[in-house]
């Protein structure tokens, strides 16, 4: 299916955001180098990619271990909230001159059986180094492996701390440090993947946007994790 670029590239970013932000973000990059004129289509779909990632990641935590949604609540609202504020800034500043509107765009369907097995088997993986970690190295651990394991993915560890904590494996304020960990790492991770891989224009564009994200983001885990009781 063939669609305008700014409605198939923003469609694109939220249906590619359900399945992988990260892969998203690298794709939508590299094509701004062949395509510098949609650089601030692409920058606003990466950007709702990784909108997709905050309401994603409270899903799954109130699903398996609700006691963790007062603790993460906060500091991924105010994620999400920045990231759409941001989209919606860069959406009107784009609006007067649409000279890449009219360009096309093909849309394909993101979801495929092998994201869905590598995701399991992702899950299953995280799931034990983060046990092993936390019996090993305790909390430093947990940090450790969720930091490094966000930066490809965030529904892995996501979904394997808050296992732990709702069988009492994990203390309830290690495991939310750990999934807020966890975002903001992927977030400053896509950045760089696209300071890396995308267009100057872009790599301007989403420097400052993922920047006032994680910005945001941390401290907001702060004052929920550190500050409130």
């Known amino acids: 299916k063939v669609l305008g670029a700014e409605r198939g590239i923003g469609l694109t970013g939220i249906l590619g955001g359900l399945v992988s932000s990260t892969a998203t973000t690298l794709s939508f990059a590299g094509r701004s180098k062949q395509e510098n004129d949609l650089s601030p289509l692409l920058a606003q779909g990466d950007l709702l990619a990784s909108a997709v990632m905050f309401p994603r990641v409270l899903i799954w935590v109130g699903a398996i ?106 203390e309830l304020r290690v495991a939310a440090t750990a999934i807020v960990l966890a975002t903001l790492v992927n977030t400053a991770a896509k950045g760089v993947m696209a300071w890396s891989l995308g267009s100057a224009e872009l790599r301007r564009t989403l420097a400052w946007g993922f920047g006032a994200v994680v910005g945001i983001g941390l401290a907001g885990g702060v004052v929920a994790l550190w500050v409130i009781p």
Do not use: C, H
């Open 65 to 170: 271990a609700p006691a963790l949604l007062r603790l993460v609540l906060l500091p991924i609202v105010v994620m999400l909230l920045a990231d759409l504020g941001i989209v919606a800034l860069l959406w009107r500043r784009g609006r007067p001159g649409k000279s890449s509107g009219q360009s096309k765009v093909e849309f394909t369907n993101p979801l495929k059986l092998r994201t869905a097995v590598a995701f399991g088997l992702a899950f299953a993986v995280v799931l034990v180094v983060v046990r092993a970690a936390n019996e090993f190295m305790g909390s430093a651990g947990v940090y450790l492996a969720s930091g490094l394991a966000a930066i490809t993915d965030v529904d892995s560890i996501t979904l394997s701390t808050a296992q732990l904590a709702s069988r009492g494996a994990l």
